[in-house]
C-alpha cells in the first residue's frame, strides 16, 4: 500500500514529475483499474490528457463530461497525486453542504479509488458552520427541555469540552451534525449553530465543536472538500480574517476542483453577500454608548437605534412570503427607501463623529475599532441596497428574529481578482458547462478571462436502458393518484423530486393517509447522508426530496424509477426576480434554461452505471 502522502509513483532525479504521472496515468487507466474489474473508458482516458495539460500548466479548464464518463475518478486520482507532489492539498468544492458526504461514502469514488490502487488518502471534510453544536445553545437547553434525543446529544459531548483543566491535546473534533443521525432538521436547529450566534466572545470557544474540526480539516494532507458556499465565504472572509488575527476558513490549496462548477456563480453571489440582523446594530451601538463618549455623540448613537428598528419593523411589515424559497420579497417602496437613505446618512455621521471621540481618548482603541468596522460594512451594504441594479435584497426570518440579506448582482469582478488570478490549476467538472459547446457565458460571469474547454458525452446507451413518460395534470389529487400507481407498480425502489419544500409536505400529508407496502423516506427527518444510506440499503423505500436533484448517486436496485413531481422552474424569489429583469426574454434566458438544467440533472440520478436500468416519469400541470 502507498503510504500516507506519498506520491504513489517513483520520480527519479533526472525525470520529471509530469512524464512519470502520466505513466502512472496510464497504467492506472490500461491496467490496474481493468484488472479490479473497473471498466476501461475511452472518455476517462481523454479527459485525463486535457487534465494533466491544465494542470501541468496552472490552467483554469471547463471539463464538461456527462453522466457515467468516470469524470470524478479521474479528477481525484490527478488530485492526489498533485496535492502529494506541490505538499499542500488540493480543495474539492461540491454544489451543495448536502452532497459533500457523498464523496467520502463507504463504495463512494475515494473508497474505491483508495481500494484498488491501494492509497490511503487523507481527506477531511470542510462543512459549514451550521452543521456543528453549540454549546451556547445546547448546554441551557438540556436544563430544561424534556427531549430524550437532545438530551443524549449532551450526554455524548466529551468531558473536556466543560473540563477547564483538561489539556488541549487532549481535544478532538466531535459536534459534527452527521453524528447525530436520528435528529431531526428541527430538533437539529434548537442545539446547531446560527447565525445569531456571537462566537467571537464565546467562551467555549477554543474547545467549540466547529474550531475542532477547522483545526482538524485544515490539516488535511491531500484532499479538502467543502461546499461552493464554504468555498466562497472564505474567499471573502478570507482579509477581515487575517486583519483580525485569525485563521482563513480554508488553507492555502494547491489546486482547486468545482464539482458541478455551474453553481459556483450562484454561490459567489451568496458569499458576497451583506446580512443584518435585526440585533446587530442595537448590540454594537449599546456597546458603543457603554463607553465615555460625548452627548451628542450618545444622542446620535441613539436615534440610528430607534430609526433601525423602524425600518426593519416597516419592512417586516411589507415583505411578502414566495413559496419554494426561504426568502421573503421586499416590495419596492419609496418610505422604506427614505429611511434607509436617513439612516446611512446618520451612520456616516457618527462614524465621523467617531473619529473625535477616539482623538479625545475617551474610548479605548478596540472598541473604536470593532465599531467603526460594523458600521463601515452596514452602511457599504446600505449603498449597495441604494443602488438601483446593483444588489438584490430580500429577507430571511428564523423564529422572531429576521435579517435583511444584500447580495451584489454581478460577482465576477471580485472573482477574477480574489480567485481566478491565483497561479493555480482551477478544475470545473460538470454534465452542464457550456450553451452547445461554447463556455464564454459561464467564464464571463465567474470572471475567468482565459481557459481550456472540453466536452464528452454520456457513454450509456440511454435510448436502450431508460423509458421517459410525460404525463399531464390539471388537479393534484389526480396526480398523486397517478404516482400512486407508479410507485406501486415498481414496488417502491423510486425517488421522487419535489420543485419545493412545500410541493413535498403537501405529498406527504396525502401520502400518510394511504397503505403502501414500502417505506417512505423524507429529505429533513434525518441527517441527510443517513437518509441516503437508508434509501440505498432499504431497496424497495421510496425518497422524497427538494434538494437532491444534483449529486446524488444510488446505482443498482435501490433507484430503479425517478418521478418528477412538477417541472423545477426556479422560485419567483428575489433573486431570480433581479435575473429575470435584467434579462430580454426572461422565460427563454432565465427560467427555460434552469429548469432544464435541474430536470436533466434530475434524470441523470436514474442511471449511475451500466447495469442500472429503470424509468423516469415527468408530471406537467395541463
Ligand atoms: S463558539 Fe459559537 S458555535 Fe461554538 S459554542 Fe460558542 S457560540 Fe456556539
Same mark, same amino acid.
Given at each position: 500500500m502507498a503510504g500516507m502522502n506519498s506520491i504513489p509513483f517513483t520520480v527519479a532525479k533526472n525525470e520529471h514529475f509530469f512524464?512519470?504521472?502520466?505513466?502512472?496515468?496510464?497504467?492506472?487507466?490500461?491496467?490496474?483499474?481493468?484488472?479490479?474489474?473497473?471498466?476501461?473508458r475511452d472518455e476517462q482516458i481523454?479527459?485525463?490528457?486535457? #487534465?494533466?495539460?491544465?494542470?501541468?500548466?496552472?490552467?483554469?479548464? /471547463?471539463?464538461?463530461?456527462g453522466v457515467g464518463t468516470g469524470k470524478t475518478i479521474v479528477y481525484l486520482l490527478y488530485a492526489i497525486c498533485y496535492a502529494r507532489y506541490?505538499?499542500?492539498?488540493?480543495?474539492?468544492?461540491?454544489?451543495?453542504?448536502?452532497?459533500? &458526504?457523498?464523496?467520502v461514502k463507504e463504495g463512494g469514488d475515494i473508497d474505491k479509488l483508495e481500494k484498488a490502487l491501494g492509497l490511503e488518502v487523507d481527506v477531511r471534510l470542510a462543512k459549514a458552520r451550521e452543521n456543528y453544536l453549540c454549546m451556547k445553545?445546547?448546554?441551557?437547553?438540556?436544563?430544561?427541555?424534556?427531549?430524550?434525543?437532545?438530551?443524549?446529544?449532551?450526554?455524548?459531548?466529551?468531558?473536556?469540552? !466543560?473540563?477547564?483543566? +483538561?489539556?488541549? @491535546?487532549?481535544f478532538y473534533p466531535y459536534g459534527d451534525r452527521k453524528d447525530y443521525p436520528w435528529l431531526s432538521d428541527k430538533q437539529w436547529e434548537q442545539i446547531g449553530w446560527d447565525p445569531l450566534k456571537q462566537c467571537a466572545t464565546c467562551d467555549f470557544r477554543h474547545r467549540s465543536a466547529q474550531t475542532l474540526h477547522r483545526d482538524y480539516y485544515r490539516h488535511a494532507k491531500d484532499l479538502i472538500i467543502c461546499s461552493h458556499d464554504f468555498y466562497m465565504e472564505h474567499v471573502w472572509t478570507k482579509e477581515s480574517r487575517i486583519r483580525e488575527g485569525q485563521l482563513p476558513l480554508l488553507p492555502e490549496a494547491s489546486a482547486v476542483v468545482f464539482d458541478e462548477g455551474h453553481l459556483l456563480e450562484f454561490s459567489a453571489q451568496k458569499g458576497l453577500t451583506y446580512r443584518f440582523n435585526y440585533q446587530n446594530i442595537t448590540n454594537v451601538l449599546t456597546g458603543y454608548q457603554g463607553q465615555d463618549v460625548r452627548e451628542e455623540s450618545l444622542q446620535l448613537a441613539e436615534d440610528i437605534m430607534a430609526l433601525h428598528d423602524d425600518w426593519f419593523d416597516y419592512i417586516s411589515e411589507i415583505a411578502v412570503r414566495v413559496e419554494g424559497s426561504n426568502r421573503?420579497?421586499?416590495?419596492?417602496?419609496?418610505?422604506?427607501?427614505?429611511?434607509?437613505?436617513? #439612516?446611512?446618512?446618520?451612520? @456616516?455621521?457618527?462614524?465621523?463623529?467617531? *473619529? =473625535? %471621540?477616539?482623538?479625545?481618548?475617551?474610548? %479605548?482603541?478596540?472598541?473604536?475599532?470593532?465599531?467603526?468596522?460594523?458600521? &463601515?460594512? =452596514?452602511?457599504?451594504?446600505?449603498?449597495? !441596497?441604494?443602488?438601483?441594479?446593483?444588489?438584490?435584497?430580500?429577507?430571511?426570518?428564523?423564529?422572531?428574529?429576521?435579517?435583511? +440579506?444584500?447580495?451584489?448582482?454581478?460577482? &465576477?469582478? *471580485?472573482?477574477?481578482?480574489?480567485? /481566478?488570478?491565483?497561479?493555480?490549476? =482551477?478544475? !470545473?467538472?460538470?454534465?452542464?458547462?457550456?450553451?452547445n459547446g461554447d463556455f464564454s457565458y459561464i467564464a464571463k460571469?465567474?470572471?475567468?478571462?482565459?481557459?481550456? /474547454?472540453?466536452?464528452v458525452e454520456s457513454p450509456f446507451d440511454y435510448e436502450e436502458v431508460r423509458t421517459i413518460k410525460e404525463h399531464g395534470y390539471s388537479e393534484e389529487a389526480e396526480k398523486y393518484l397517478g404516482i400512486a400507481t407508479q410507485l406501486q407498480e415498481n414496488e417502491g425502489h423510486s425517488l421522487i423530486l419535489f420543485r419545493s419544500e412545500e410541493e413535498m409536505q403537501a405529498f406527504r400529508k396525502w401520502a400518510e393517509t394511504q397503505d403502501w407496502s414500502f417505506d417512505f423516506l423524507f429529505e429533513g427527518d434525518k441527517e441527510i447522508s443517513e437518509i441516503v444510506r437508508e434509501f440505498q440499503f432499504n431497496?424497495?423505500? *421510496?425518497?422524497?426530496?427538494?434538494?437532491?436533484? &444534483?449529486?446524488?448517486? +444510488?446505482?443498482?436496485?435501490?433507484?430503479?424509477? *425517478?418521478?418528477?413531481?412538477?417541472?423545477?422552474? $426556479? $422560485? %419567483?424569489? $428575489?433573486? /431570480?426576480?433581479?435575473?429575470?429583469?435584467?434579462?430580454?426574454?426572461?422565460?427563454?434566458?432565465?427560467?427555460?434554461?434552469?429548469?432544464?438544467?435541474? #430536470?436533466?440533472?434530475?434524470?441523470?440520478?436514474?442511471?449511475?452505471?451500466?447495469?442500472?436500468?429503470?424509468?423516469?416519469?415527468?408530471?406537467?400541470?395541463?
Open positions: 512524464d512519470r504521472l502520466g505513466d502512472y496515468i496510464g497504467d492506472v487507466f490500461y491496467d490496474i483499474l481493468p484488472e479490479q474489474g473497473f471498466e476501461l481523454y479527459m485525463a490528457f486535457q #487534465l494533466e495539460q491544465a494542470f501541468k500548466h496552472k490552467k483554469t479548464i /471547463f471539463a464538461e463530461a506541490q505538499r499542500k492539498p488540493v480543495i474539492i468544492s461540491c454544489a451543495d453542504e448536502t452532497l459533500i &458526504e457523498q464523496l445553545k445546547l448546554d441551557p437547553l438540556s436544563e430544561y427541555t424534556e427531549d430524550e434525543e437532545i438530551l443524549d446529544v449532551h450526554d455524548s459531548v466529551p468531558d473536556f469540552v !466543560f473540563d477547564q483543566g +483538561v489539556s488541549m @491535546q487532549s421573503l420579497e421586499i416590495p419596492t417602496d419609496t418610505k422604506m427607501r427614505e429611511m434607509a437613505v436617513q #439612516l446611512e446618512k446618520m451612520v @456616516q455621521e457618527l462614524l465621523e463623529q467617531l *473619529v =473625535f %471621540d477616539a482623538e479625545l481618548f475617551t474610548m %479605548d482603541a478596540y472598541h473604536t475599532k470593532i465599531i467603526e468596522e460594523y458600521l &463601515e460594512f =452596514f452602511t457599504y451594504g446600505l449603498s449597495i !441596497f441604494l443602488k438601483d441594479d446593483e444588489g438584490v435584497y430580500w429577507l430571511e426570518e428564523d423564529g422572531d428574529q429576521s435579517s435583511l +440579506v444584500i447580495m451584489p448582482r454581478l460577482v &465576477e469582478e *471580485v472573482l477574477r481578482e480574489e480567485v /481566478f488570478q491565483k497561479n493555480i490549476p =482551477f478544475i !470545473f467538472s460538470s454534465a452542464t458547462l457550456s450553451q460571469s465567474l470572471g475567468v478571462d482565459a481557459y481550456d /474547454f472540453f466536452s431497496k424497495s423505500s *421510496v425518497l422524497c426530496a427538494y434538494h437532491l436533484w &444534483e449529486g446524488l448517486d +444510488v446505482p443498482g436496485e435501490a433507484l430503479t424509477q *425517478v418521478i418528477i413531481a412538477s417541472l423545477p422552474y $426556479p $422560485p %419567483d424569489d $428575489p433573486v /431570480f426576480k433581479a435575473k429575470r429583469k435584467h434579462a430580454k426574454n426572461a422565460y427563454d434566458e432565465i427560467d427555460l434554461p434552469y429548469m432544464e438544467l435541474r #430536470l436533466k440533472q434530475g434524470i441523470g440520478r436514474l442511471i449511475r452505471t451500466e447495469q442500472d436500468k429503470g424509468i423516469v416519469h415527468i408530471w406537467k400541470k395541463a
